[in-house]
C-alpha cells in the first residue's frame, strides 16, 4: 500500500513540476518565435535574395501582424490567468459535501478542521465514515482532526449581548455550546473505533481545544484542498429572550485554494497547511469533556 502512496505522490511531484517549468519556458518561446517572424518578414520584405527564396510577397504585413502580436502577448497571458483565478467566494458551508466525498478517493485521507463547533463538517463527515463500513472504496486510513474554542473559559464570543452591545460572558450558553462539541466528538471517536475494529480500514478522529474566540473557519483536505473564512461574529440569536453573539457556521462564505488543481495556489495552500500543523500542535490540550470522562 505504502509502494502505491508514494508511486501516486511521486506521479503528483513530476505533474506539478511539468507544469511549473511549462509555465517558465512558454511565455519565453512563445515571444522568441514571434520576434523571429517579425525579423524574417522584415528582412525578406528588404533583403530581395532571402524574399525571393521564401518565395512571398507581403511580408511587411506579416511582420507588422507578429509585431502586434508580440506587444499583446504579455497582456493577453495575463487576461487568461485572471480569468483561471477562483472567485472571491467559490463556496459555502452548506455545501461541504462534494469536498468531503472528494477527499475520500484516495487511500490516506487526512481531514483538519479549526473553527466554532465544526457542525457543518461533522454531518457531511458522519455520514461518509459511516458508508466506510459496507463500501471503503480505495480507502484504507482516515485522520480526522478538529480544533475548537475552549469554551470552558470566559469568552466574548460566543457571548450574551449586553444592553447596550457589549458581550457579556455566558457560562450557560458557552456549557450549550460545548457540549454539542462533546456530542460530535463522542459520536465520531465511537464510529473510528468501531470502523478500525473490523480490520480493513484505520480511523482516527480527535478534538482539541484553545484559547480565544472562533473568528475564521479553516478546512483542509488531504493537505492539498483549503477552504477558507470569517465567520460573522457580530451574528446574534435569541435563546428563550437573552440575545447571544453567536456565529452562523452554515452561513460562511469560504474561498477555495486547490493545490492539485492550480499551481499558483501551492503557496497559499502550504501557508495554511504549516499554519494549521503550528496551532494543532499549540493546541494540545485535552477537552474539557475528556477531562470530566477520565476524571
Given at each position: 500500500m505504502s509502494a502505491d502512496l508514494d508511486r501516486g505522490q511521486d506521479g503528483a511531484g513530476v505533474g506539478r513540476a511539468l507544469r511549473r517549468l511549462q509555465q517558465r519556458v512558454e511565455p519565453t518561446a512563445v515571444r522568441v518565435l514571434l520576434?523571429?517572424?517579425?525579423?524574417?518578414?522584415?528582412?525578406?520584405?528588404?533583403v530581395k535574395p532571402v524574399g525571393d527564396a521564401l518565395e512571398g510577397k507581403a511580408f511587411l504585413g506579416g511582420a507588422l501582424l507578429s509585431l502586434v502580436g508580440f506587444v499583446l502577448y504579455d497582456a493577453?497571458?495575463?487576461?487568461?490567468?485572471?480569468?483561471?483565478?477562483?472567485?472571491?467566494?467559490?463556496?459555502?458551508?452548506?455545501?461541504?459535501?462534494a469536498f468531503v466525498t472528494e477527499a475520500f478517493h484516495v487511500r490516506r485521507v487526512e481531514i483538519s478542521f479549526f473553527g466554532y463547533t465544526g457542525e457543518t463538517l461533522f454531518n457531511e463527515l458522519y455520514h461518509r465514515l459511516e458508508s466506510l463500513a459496507e463500501n471503503p472504496g480505495p480507502t484504507r486510513h482516515v485522520a480526522v482532526?478538529?480544533?475548537?474554542?475552549?469554551?470552558?473559559?470566559?469568552?466574548?464570543?460566543p457571548s450574551r449581548v449586553g444592553a447596550g452591545g457589549e458581550?457579556?460572558?455566558?457560562?450557560?450558553?458557552?456549557?450549550?455550546?460545548e457540549r454539542k462539541c462533546q456530542e460530535y466528538d463522542q459520536i465520531l471517536?465511537?464510529?473510528?473505533?468501531?470502523?478500525?475494529?473490523?480490520?480493513?480500514?484505520?480511523v482516527h478522529c480527535e478534538y482539541r481545544v484553545c484559547p480565544g474566540p472562533p473568528l475564521h473557519k479553516?478546512?483542509?483536505?488531504?493537505?492539498?484542498?483549503?477552504l477558507h473564512g470569517l465567520y460573522d461574529i457580530s451574528s446574534r440569536m435569541s435563546l428563550r429572550g437573552p440575545e447571544y453573539y453567536d456565529p452562523k457556521g452554515y452561513d460562511t462564505d469560504l474561498s477555495v485554494l486547490a493545490a492539485e488543481r492550480r499551481?499558483?495556489?501551492?503557496?497559499?495552500?502550504?501557508?495554511?497547511?504549516?499554519?494549521?500543523?503550528?496551532?494543532?500542535?499549540?493546541?494540545?490540550?485535552?477537552?474539557?469533556?475528556?477531562?470530566?470522562?477520565?476524571?
Amino acid at each position: 500500500m505504502s509502494a502505491d502512496l508514494d508511486r501516486g505522490q511521486d506521479g503528483a511531484g513530476v505533474g506539478r513540476a511539468l507544469r511549473r517549468l511549462q509555465q517558465r519556458v512558454e511565455p519565453t518561446a512563445v515571444r522568441v518565435l514571434l520576434l523571429a517572424i517579425f525579423v524574417t518578414g522584415l528582412i525578406a520584405q528588404f533583403v530581395k535574395p532571402v524574399g525571393d527564396a521564401l518565395e512571398g510577397k507581403a511580408f511587411l504585413g506579416g511582420a507588422l501582424l507578429s509585431l502586434v502580436g508580440f506587444v499583446l502577448y504579455d497582456a493577453l497571458k495575463e487576461l487568461t490567468a485572471a480569468s483561471r483565478l477562483p472567485a472571491r467566494v467559490e463556496a459555502t458551508s452548506r455545501n461541504l459535501g462534494a469536498f468531503v466525498t472528494e477527499a475520500f478517493h484516495v487511500r490516506r485521507v487526512e481531514i483538519s478542521f479549526f473553527g466554532y463547533t465544526g457542525e457543518t463538517l461533522f454531518n457531511e463527515l458522519y455520514h461518509r465514515l459511516e458508508s466506510l463500513a459496507e463500501n471503503p472504496g480505495p480507502t484504507r486510513h482516515v485522520a480526522v482532526r478538529m480544533i475548537v474554542p475552549d469554551f470552558s473559559r470566559p469568552m466574548t464570543v460566543p457571548s450574551r449581548v449586553g444592553a447596550g452591545g457589549e458581550p457579556e460572558d455566558a457560562p450557560e450558553f458557552r456549557r450549550r455550546v460545548e457540549r454539542k462539541c462533546q456530542e460530535y466528538d463522542q459520536i465520531l471517536s465511537d464510529l473510528a473505533a468501531d470502523l478500525t475494529r473490523l480490520g480493513h480500514i484505520e480511523v482516527h478522529c480527535e478534538y482539541r481545544v484553545c484559547p480565544g474566540p472562533p473568528l475564521h473557519k479553516l478546512c483542509i483536505f488531504n493537505r492539498k484542498r483549503v477552504l477558507h473564512g470569517l465567520y460573522d461574529i457580530s451574528s446574534r440569536m435569541s435563546l428563550r429572550g437573552p440575545e447571544y453573539y453567536d456565529p452562523k457556521g452554515y452561513d460562511t462564505d469560504l474561498s477555495v485554494l486547490a493545490a492539485e488543481r492550480r499551481v499558483e495556489d501551492e503557496p497559499a495552500v502550504a501557508m495554511w497547511v504549516k499554519h494549521f500543523d503550528d496551532l494543532w500542535a499549540l493546541a494540545s490540550e485535552t477537552p474539557a469533556w475528556r477531562r470530566a470522562a477520565a476524571a
